[in-house]
């Protein structure tokens, strides 16, 4: 708020045009307000009637708590009752874990001893056996090599030979590592060197030489029996050792055979075992837990089934039989406390009936405010108006004011009642739920706003409001209020300017309405929303101090808040804003 104005007080607009009197009463002694305000200091204990029920409702509460009997003591165990289910399957759990872990175990061996078998055959004797075929090959081809260059001659032919030497030795090498801890592979290996021997003794003493030599020339009889007598001691220990690589890929073979069977037969002992582990823990809990439930839970139906005097006798492990006791003490806490809830039911009865009659009482109340208290107030108003015509000339100056506070008073009355009894019907009802368009709801506050916004030329900017649940004469009566408001605290230099606007929060409505009127300080937020609050003498801002006490109810009753903006606005932008929720009604976009 500006920093001397005054501030203002929440009030609701005002809802009918002044009367004649209007001038006479703005001109009334600031000495007399004081005497007026004695009717709305009364007003809140008449309110007091309205408290009532709430203080009735705390009744039933104040009963003393339901007397509970104490629990059962555990029977005597015996048998299986003696035995804790934690040791049950303690116990269980190590002898099957050992017996799984056994079993799977030596089926773990098998498998492992079956895969080494395979490797071994897999990996080491079949590439042997290529292996032997190369070198077979290569010394052969060694042997073809120096024949054509001894008839033909020629560089390409040594090249031949020297590639197939360097094959031989290869594949030999091959061999030996693909051997080396191979069972039963060092006879293969000896054969292999018997092999490698002759060979290189062939080309010691006849294939090296002749490579050495310049040029291809022929052998002589003696020289080509002797050649070939050598080869053929090379070659002839090929055949042992092809059989030793063959009988070695049977042995192989066989120890893979009898490795996987001894795998399967494992595999399946430990799936038997398992198998009969499993069976066993299934008998072992529907004979310590299964059996003890079911039972426990049969007789727990019949007691939900309204014997409550059937008491709970089950025989199983000590914590089934412990939680029978506790369902039994349960039970007869359920029988005593229902005695309990019995009475309190009879108590209730009557104080629904003490409600009732409240709530007549409080309806006559109404009945008799709206009709039997305005009509005397209307009387004294209309008597002292027709005083005041017919002796008026007779009056003095002092006289004529008296009157025209009579009047003003029994107006001020009237509107009071009509405040109280609009602020006590919010809420009586069911909330409503009817889908009201505050677009329409809107316009008709600003029409019965309109001689007040055309006497003060104030503008009123309302944005497009959304569709809400709610009730619609009370959505007016909260629009009307507010505006009326910000019209009626206006600064007396700048013409009211009023802007309604909405945004969507959520799953709620959040609504604005700002003005440039003398705004409120916001040490006063909370305050202004208590019904009589006034932060104004009443000579300078006519009304009841309701108003903004029945938006409040209003919005809270429609399931929102209402609230006063917390920041202080400058002096260059006075003015207040209130902002309230409302909620999304379904399918409303």
Known sequence: MAGGEPTREPEQAPEEAAPKEAAAEEAAPEEAAPEEAAPEEAAPEEAAPEEAPEAEDAAPEALAPPVLTEGAELPAPHGIGRVRLVQIYRIGSVVLGVLLIAAFAVAGTALYQAGKARGTLVDRVDPVALEQYKLSSAIAAQDTAIRRYTEEGGADRIAEYRAAVAQEGTSAATMRRLLAGVPDGGRVIRLLDQVTAGSREWRARFADRIAAGEGGAGLSGGQSRQAGGLFDRARGGMTPLQGGITSLHDRASGRLRDRANAALWSVGAA??????????????????????????GEQVREVAQGDFAHRLDVSGPAE?????????????????????????AALLDDQAGELRRSNAELEQFAYVASHDLQEPLRKVASFCQMLERRYGDQLDERG????????????RMQALINDLLGFSRVGRMARPEDAIDLNEVARQALDNLAALIEETGAEVEVADLPVVPGERTQLTQLFQNLVGNAIKFRRPDAPPRVAIDVRREGDEWEFTCADNGIGIEPRYADRIFLIFQRLHARDEYTGTGIGLALCKKIVEYHGGRIWLAGEERGEDDPGTTFHWTLPIGDGDE
């Open 271 to 296: 799936l038997v075992i398992a198998a009969v582990a499993v069976i066993a823990l299934a008998l072992v809990i529907r004979r310590t837990v299964v059996r003890p439930v079911a039972s426990l």
């Open 320 to 344: 089934i039989n412990e939680l029978a006791v506790i369902i039994d003490a349960m039970r007869r806490r359920i029988i005593d406390e229902w005695r309990t809830s019995t009475e309190r």
């Open 400 to 411: 004529r004011q008296y009157v025209q506070f009579a009047v003003d008073g029994a107006k």
